[in-house]
């Protein structure tokens, strides 16, 4: 088994190891590069120390596991790196000893994503890969609802949830809010969430926001017994977050929702720790971490260290979006979001589809990842439709129907009258 | 007074306004590029909304405040945005009203570095500056301890504390550890930090480690009087975070340490909240937000944030550093250290200058920030010394001496053979 290393430490302990993958670009020799990042992040420095003995590097440094170089350029992509007249750009695999740092994300994301990008060695790095030892799905549990949990919340057994977003996204009321959820449910939407900048604003206090709107979705599920899912943005201060969890709890509510680079890790753990319902996971400030293709992060990475903090649903924009994202990074996003965690702990979430979307990308989504185990949130792909929203949502779903069962969305919308008016506004 | 705004809302209270600026390059039309920044960040989205009426608009907006067009280029900084033959470079400030997220720190976040760096209108987009109204600084005390109670603890009065990191980052156990530190407070030292990778790993874990090293640190104090502060990095979950400060606090300890983007927000709220020692904010991770010049953040604003959840003293690199970072960006982020968070509350904390620094570079860094209020670590500045830790340790403060007093080194050096050996090696 790969993960559990037959390495032999210096204290002669059978270790387990963490891994991860770099796209590297280096004005020096790649291996010296590679060496002062491996040092960099485990028992090295600048400079030899005495005390940096054989048996502590062999028992503490990082190891160089793979180092391929895949081309040279004449330029660095980031300034401030050692001056060269060419720029090794590669591939690049560590792996540390957990005993190093021990079961823990926040101890983790030092190592792994810590000093080494301000290294001169360095003129572009990126993390794009992660595989974590067995101990710390012992240490975090993950997500607690998942796939199957937001399907049995939800009431949605099959396909996509068909979702939207409350707009404009600040400066409705509460009682304005809950007036457009009530046309969403009794358009007989799955799932509503919150913008990520409406939290709990002076002027559409949380508190006030949840229990308008879930009068409006209380009422419509004693009415047709499907209650839809609205994640309400809960993000602030811990002790804020579980009085918010706890009142959409009581309200009956069935989601909540995180933006994880405003919180941080430690939120999302303790977050994860007190909640009792899905944990809708917003990336929010994704561009400054990964915009610069030649530094930063790959989303694969990053979403994994979520999950395993317990986000439930996680954003991955969606297909021909409005942002400046590329699809293949989207379809990657949203494949790293349904892999497994790790082989012994699945961690099973929801890819959450959204901007500029449609009933036109549904088979293109499905054929990239293989499957109908998503959020597709769309705004005026719903809003816009001639028949009202009852009809843009039944227009969305039945895109769905058409691209799971392979059939092609005209003739698919020759038997279904709301997708073939969607048709003509979603173009 | 400029922070409470005399803006009449459309709800007609005086409303208290969020500031930021930003480094702006668009193919767009910048005023327009602007707008649709101010409308994404607040109630606009990518198509006209019936529901975002003009009294909405006006109440819940954010407002373009300024903009300038500093140069025009011809090819984008980040691909995926609009396509144009010419990209131009602006300084751009935005404004909200606070009713739209309430003073949260989580939400502050969402709001000024939120989904606006992914806008196709932005091949790049910096955030350069920030400006907070008091109610910020009701809700978020900052800083505890603070230069002044940092000197208080330390027993430094005058001058930087001169420090050093604990090497190998990680490998050494406990015992290792604690002998290391008894070098150094023999030698006088004023201050000792773990590294950033040396939390609770299980080769040298948490507990141990801070009893063995306050044995000494004690014993040393007992004897002199003089007790080094020393930063254990208790980097973790937020039980464990507690739990590892209170057995600081037990010890004796007097400083923890917490690696600000691996505990996140609400980490370091509440870490804030429960201690009762200077909590030292270790920035690993930094170059991911901020080597790309054209994307992310930069330190001003970044360490403002942080200050208000509580950072004492905050990293800052050093002049003539190893990594990839220049000297002005060095001195900007010291400078940004020093200055106020507000007029009203201006939450004091200390720069932490480090990597490959010596006496060499006090005379410099003085002159550039115009103070001594400072962490000055040096590792090989001071081990490397032939004399030993105790004459390290006193070549460095007396460097700082000369620096204050504004004499020329040699001068000082000639009266000092600490210094005087010291300036051999440093070369």
Redesign the interface.
Known sequence: MRLLSDFQTG?DIVSERIHATYWLETGDDPQRAADVIAGE???????A?P??TPE??A???ARVEHLTVLETVGRPS????IVSERYSRCTLELSWP?????A????L???I????????Q?SG?RLTGLTLPPSFASAYPGPAFGIEGTRRLSGVAHGPLIGTII??????SPV?TAQ?VRELVAGGIDFIKDD??Q?????CPFDERVRAVMRVVNAEADRTGKKAMVAFNL????D??RRRHDLVLAEGGTCVMA?L??????????LRRHAQLPIHA?R??????S???????DYAPWQMIWRLAGADHLHV?GLRN?????DDSVIAAARAVLAPVMREAPMSAMPVFSS?QTGLQAADTYAAIGCADLIHTA??GIFGHPGGVAAGVEALREAWVAAVEGVPLKQHAARHPALNAALEFWK
């Open positions: 204290i992040q485990s028992s090295g420095t600048f400079v120390l005390n940096e502590l590097k028992r503490s440094g980031l300034a401030g790196g957990i005993e190093n740092l021990g823990s994300l926040p101890n994301m030092s190592t994503a810590g000093n080494l990008f301000e290294l001169r360095v790095l707009k404009p996204s600040v400066g409705l304005e457009q990520e900048l939290a709990d604003g002076p002027h993000t602030g201060d811990l804020q977050m933006v680079n405003s919180i941080g890790l430690v939120g999302m753990h303790e917003h929010a400030g994704w561009g400054y971490l915009r610069c293709p030649e530094l930063g992060w924009n409005k942002f400046s994202e590329p500029g705004g005026g």
